[in-house]
């Protein structure tokens, strides 16, 4: 037997950290939502008792590093399964991008094998699982529109992103999520986008507001170690996008547009400054 999952991609419409915990993690806010570019999964039964991680892409992980792999572990210890499963992911969410395409595939695993082993966990346990294995993984299991806090597995569900393109660009150059982190100074941050105030134009459905009010502080460090992100905002922002941010710890850039009209002249536009552009639609 067989299941299919689809794993999409997030951005955050803000990012704001309000301590660094005793525990190590950051204590943030941030509110995310989907978008429509997604990895494929297909969840097929084994008849030998392991966990194989097959993937057209040739540059991520295919063994227990592989976050999918971890999130069948976990299951299959914590339920005490002993059936073997090959998860094949159909990468088309770029790696290490600050669109939690791992999180999502980890996700996807999880719901997908809840399915295939006729679990019967709900969404609440699986975030619970998920939450083990990384932080923005719980958002990834249910989707939609949420504000996260704590670590950034507290989610209150948010309904809903209005409908419109968004535009993702990524510049060829890896940043990592804990270097990131790493380097910020979490009590010398002034500037803080406001969690409240972007819930509120998520709510009234204010395209607008949402544009004027997007905000993430890891942008201070990501920034100043590759100026090239901030080039690629201004460049989408003289483009034409209605708002633009780096979502996540980078180096991917979104921009929101609300125009289908003006897409393609934002999207060729991007093609001169990086390989990885995509033009796709929220999802509310
Ligand atoms: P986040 O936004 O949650 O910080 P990200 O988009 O920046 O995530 P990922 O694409 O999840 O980053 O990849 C981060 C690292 O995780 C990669 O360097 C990769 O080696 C590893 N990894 C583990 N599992 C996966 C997976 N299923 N897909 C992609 N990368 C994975």
């Known amino acids: 037997m067989k299941v299919y999952e689809k794993a999409p991609a997030?951005?955050?419409?803000?990012?704001?950290?309000?301590?660094?915990?005793?525990?190590?993690f950051h204590e943030v806010e941030?509110?995310?939502?989907?978008?429509?570019?997604?990895?494929?999964?297909?969840?097929?039964?084994?008849?030998?008792?392991?966990?194989?991680?097959?993937?057209?892409?040739?540059?991520?992980?295919?063994?227990?590093?592989?976050?999918?792999?971890?999130?069948a572990r976990l299951l299959k210890e914590r339920y005490g399964i002993s059936r073997g499963v090959h998860i094949h992911l159909d990468k088309h969410i770029p790696v290490a991008a600050?669109?939690?395409?791992?999180?999502?595939?980890?996700?996807?695993?999880?719901r997908g094998l809840n399915r295939l082993w006729r679990l019967g966990l709900s969404h609440t346990e699986l975030q619970e699982l998920g939450s083990e294995l990384g932080s923005d993984i719980p958002f990834c299991v249910t989707g939609g529109t949420a504000l996260a806090t704590g670590r950034g597995e507290k989610l209150e569900p948010i309904f809903s992103m209005p409908q419109c393109w968004v535009i993702l660009a990524k510049p060829p150059i890896n940043v990592s999520t804990a270097d990131v982190y790493g380097k910020l100074r979490a009590d010398r941050?002034?500037?803080?986008p406001s969690a409240a105030l972007m819930r509120e134009a998520v709510e009234a459905r204010d395209f607008q507001?949402?544009?004027?009010?997007?905000?993430?502080?890891?942008?201070?460090?990501?920034?100043?170690?590759?100026?090239?992100?901030l080039r690629l905002k201004e460049a989408m922002i003289s483009l034409g996008a209605d708002g633009v941010l780096m979502s996540g710890s980078g180096p991917t850039v979104f921009g929101l547009v609300s125009k289908q009209s003006k897409v393609p002249r934002i999207y060729n536009g991007l093609r001169g400054f990086c390989n990885e552009v995509y033009a796709v639609r929220s999802l509310c």
């Open 30 to 71: 941030m509110i995310m939502t989907m978008v429509d570019l997604a990895d494929r999964l297909e969840l097929s039964e084994m008849k030998r008792d392991t966990i194989i991680i097959s993937s057209q892409a040739g540059y991520i992980p295919l063994d227990e590093k592989n976050l999918a792999f971890q999130a």
């Open 98 to 110: 600050g669109l939690a395409g791992g999180s999502s595939d980890a996700a996807a695993t999880l």
């Open 10 to 24: 997030k951005i955050n419409l803000m990012l704001d950290v309000l301590r660094k915990r005793p525990d190590g």
């Open 189 to 192: 941050i002034t500037n803080h």
């Open 209 to 229: 507001a949402i544009c004027g009010r997007l905000g993430n502080v890891l942008e201070e460090v990501t920034l100043k170690l590759h100026p090239e992100v």
